[in-house]
């Protein structure tokens, strides 16, 4: 199973999580990583954990002030990118843009959608993965593959209809093992994550527990 974990702009120790992740990462057989904001990439890629981008931009090297370019993320330390966060979303176009942008920069790339539907038009842009998170039950602690597991049968279901190479990820109020292997029984290849580990007052402890049973 792959266990992301987005930062988002919480207010943690980015490095600190980094070193947990790097760590709990050479204890299991699950791949760990962690997407800290962009401001923070290099440190967090320093640590040698395995560091994501949370968003690029549809762009290339130019005039586009206050952009985030993929070229540059990959410089600092950054293997892949998630595109679409449901925080951050995007025109269809611009997710287009990114997969291209991001693949031009050899980053790895996971379109973010909210529901099955979604699910399957990301797919058919040809990203590496795709992630749904439906947004009622983000930070809700409430885990998406109890609360909601019909939603993640059916990315899964959506993703493999379309490409059969896309993995499928889910997320949304997972912080435990038994919330990732929930959504291992339901298809998904892996979990994107964040308060459960950014919010936690010991980010190792909540790593631990969340790849114990895989
Ligand atoms: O990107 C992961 C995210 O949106 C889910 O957040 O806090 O419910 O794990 P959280």
């Known amino acids: 199973m792959f266990v992301l974990v987005n930062l988002k702009t919480y207010p943690c120790d980015p490095v600190a999580v980094a070193d947990a992740v790097r760590d709990v990462n050479e204890t299991t057989d699950a791949r760990l990583a962690v997407a800290p904001q962009a401001a923070h990439l290099e440190r967090v890629a320093d640590t040698g954990a395995e560091t994501w ?3 690029v931009d549809s762009i290339e090297h130019g ?3 206050g952009h985030t370019l993929a070229e540059s993320v990959a410089e600092a330390g950054a293997v892949g990118t998630l595109i679409n966060h449901s925080e951050r979303r995007l025109k ?3 997710i287009d843009g990114a ?3 991001a693949q031009r920069a050899d980053l790895e790339t996971v379109v973010c959608a909210n529901n099955p539907a979604q699910i399957g038009a990301a797919a058919a842009l040809g990203p590496d993965a795709v992630a749904v998170e439906p947004p009622a039950l983000i930070g809700t602690g409430t885990p998406v593959s109890q609360a909601d597991p019909e939603v993640v049968e059916g990315a899964v279901e ?3 209809n379309v490409d059969s190479e896309v993995s499928v990820l889910c997320g949304a109020g997972i912080s435990t093992g038994d919330d990732v292997v929930a959504a291992g029984e339901l ?3 892996g979990v994107l994550l964040a308060s459960g580990v950014a919010k936690a007052d010991d980010p190792k402890a909540a790593l631990e ?3 114990e049973p895989l």
Do not use: K, M, W
Request: hydrophobic share 50%; charged share 15%; net charge negative.
């Open 187 to 189: 298809g998904a290849e």
């Open 92 to 94: 269809l176009a611009d």
């Open 209 to 211: 527990n969340l790849v």
């Open 158 to 160: 959506a993703a493999a």
């Open 53 to 55: 981008a949370q968003h």
């Open 63 to 65: 005039s586009n002030t």
């Open 99 to 101: 997969v291209r942008a």
